[in-house]
């Protein structure tokens, strides 16, 4: 879940003409090593390949992909090393207490393959308590309403079309048309490691008001 301070981040990075959505990205190695574990939720990236900034939103966003995670984090701060800081500055500012942010992904640190980033340890993972995780995505939801056009999409298809054509069901399943349909969900953000267990921020809009809840473990 903590992959809600990147998409956080993305959507500030737009607002401040700071990248573009249409604005083009070739993998760095990095990228592209952890992009190929489909034991971990990704989109396969060619190493030589170029995407735009919307569609590894939309595959961070939607499917989870790490790789996707990771590229955005390059494309905003050159490194994910660099963005680690920026996360940890916004949740500051934001007025987030009990947290700590060591990748873009919310995965742990062991599953990066020995490229986390510098300043962190490898058996270290992104924490945050439920309450800073509903407030982030408060500040998500109140900043950047956009980000749940995104959020709310069942599936998607990462480059239809082509030969990488890879399906994106969202994980979130209690979306519409989903296993577990509930009327007004409209996001947010699904999260599995083994020391964190699942987690699930969820949130909808009931008789006028928007409800956020976070479940963990």
Not at 18 to 32: A, G
Not at 149 to 167: I, L, Q, W, Y
């Amino acid at each position: 879940m903590a992959k809600v301070m990147t998409e956080y981040l993305v959507h500030e990075a737009i607002a401040t003409k700071k990248i573009t959505w249409d604005q083009t990205y070739t993998p760095s190695e990095y990228v592209y090593k952890i992009s190929q574990n489909r034991d971990l939720s990704n989109v396969p990236l060619r190493q030589d390949g170029s995407y735009n900034v919307k569609e590894l939103y939309e595959a961070m966003a939607i499917y989870s992909a790490n790789g996707a995670a990771i590229a955005l984090a390059e494309i905003i701060a050159g490194s994910e090393s660099a963005f680690v800081k920026m996360m940890n500055e916004k949740a500051k500012e934001l007025g987030l207490t009990n947290y700590e942010f060591v990748n873009a992904t919310g995965l742990e640190n062991k599953d990066l393959q020995g490229m986390h980033p510098d300043g962190t340890n490898a058996d270290s993972e992104n924490k945050l308590s439920a309450r800073d995780m509903a407030l982030l995505s408060q500040k998500l939801i109140q900043d950047f309403p956009e980000a749940l056009e995104t959020a709310s999409t069942p599936k998607a298809v990462f480059r239809e079309g082509t030969d990488d054509a890879t399906n994106m069901p969202n994980w979130n399943w209690m979306l519409p048309g989903l296993v577990y349909e509930y009327e007004g969900v409209d996001g947010l953000k699904t999260g599995s490691t083994s020391n964190a267990g699942s987690n699930f921020t969820g949130t909808a809009m009931k008789n006028g008001m928007r409800v956020i809840s976070v479940v963990m473990n």
